[in-house]
């Protein structure tokens, strides 16, 4: 019943954001570019997306789908949304601590209304839902505690498979070190733009690849460590996710030409995405192995 109602709130959420970007669409097709009714469109597709995997992890046909379908769309939408949630509480905070600019081009009250429960909304749903919906259908995944598969532990091929920790913790010091105040890498040209709000963000990317970091440490101990298994299996699906995903968004706006101006040297930012995509489907892989020797040795 829970994963049902989460699942449902996360599908209605995303659907006030759809209709504000029908409106955008319709006010672009008048007096728009091009270019912004295509950015448009691809967030519809985002938008519909989200709301078919709401619905799917809320009822029963989810259950029937086949894995191949369900894991990218759970492990990229958790990846774009979960992973947002402490930038959200912590940026409402500098909202309310921040005067408003008063400028005449500000979202109409109802846009910002509806674009915030959208993505705060679906965000919460998925929280719930998507842990409920992946323990329900492959529960060797998340039962039992780190390091233990029946009555022997964790093979040392597998235990050892933790490289991706170094990239991931790579991206958790630079992001870190940029979200605390520091310049090295970033273009001079856009640090006018490079306020507390973009700090933030950058410092929710930190701390999600520092949990891509720990989840593959931990699972890469051997022994007879007490961590529930869920901690570091779910921890690693979202923050993995969340690194293809804005890894994958960033690279390709950085990528077009004059399309984004990236705070980082442009270099470095592609160095930086691409790294981020790598490393966010490594860690997956990691999960996946992991699961793979649990389900064997059931």
Same mark, same amino acid.
């Given at each position: #019943?829970?994963?049902?109602? %989460?699942?449902?709130?996360? /599908?209605? +959420?995303? $659907? ?11 006010? !672009?097709?008048?007096? @728009? ?12 597709? #985002?938008? *519909? ?24 769309? =759970? ?19 500098? =909202?309310?601590? +921040? ?22 909304? #679906?965000?919460?749903? *998925? ?30 091929? !597998? ?12 991206? =958790? ?19 006018? @733009? ?14 999600? &690849?520092?949990?891509?970091?720990? $989840? ?7 022994? /007879? ?9 779910? &921890? ?22 004059? %399309? ?34 649990? =389900?064997? &040795?059931?």
């Amino acid at each position: #019943m829970l994963r049902r109602v %989460a699942a449902f709130t996360a /599908a209605g +959420s995303m $659907s006030l954001y759809l209709m504000v970007k029908i409106v955008w669409i319709v006010l !672009e097709l008048r007096h @728009g570019t091009a270019d912004w009714v295509m950015l448009n469109l691809v967030t519809v597709v #985002m938008a *519909l997306t989200g709301i078919t995997l709401g619905l799917a992890l809320g009822q029963s046909w989810g259950m029937r789908l086949p894995a191949w379908l369900v894991l990218p769309f =759970a492990w990229i939408g958790s990846g774009f949304l979960v992973s947002l949630l402490p930038y959200m509480l912590v940026s409402a905070f500098l =909202a309310q601590d +921040s005067p408003s600019p008063g400028d005449g081009a500000a979202l109409p009250a109802w846009e910002g209304v509806f674009i915030s429960v959208g993505f705060a909304g #679906m965000a919460v749903g *998925l929280v719930v839902a998507l842990p409920l919906y992946l323990a329900e259908r492959w529960p060797h995944a998340f039962a039992g505690r780190v390091g233990r598969v029946g009555l022997v532990g964790l093979p040392a091929s !597998e235990a050892g498979r933790a490289w991706p920790l170094l990239p991931a913790a790579a991206l =958790a010091v630079v992001w870190s070190f940029w979200a605390a105040g520091g310049t090295a890498g970033l273009n001079p040209a856009t640090l006018d @733009g490079w306020d507390a709000n973009a700090r933030v963000l950058i410092g929710d990317g930190a701390l999600c &690849a520092a949990l891509a970091a720990w $989840s593959v440490w931990a699972l890469g101990r051997r022994g /007879a460590p007490r961590t529930p298994l869920w901690l570091p299996m779910a &921890a690693g699906f979202v923050a993995s996710g969340s690194l293809f995903a804005w890894g994958s968004w960033k690279l390709l706006w950085v990528l077009l030409p004059g %399309a984004y101006r990236p705070f980082e040297y442009r270099g470095v930012a592609v160095a930086e995405h691409a790294l981020a995509i790598v490393t966010g489907v490594a860690v997956l892989l990691t999960l996946l192995r992991q699961y793979r020797i649990r =389900a064997s &040795a059931r």
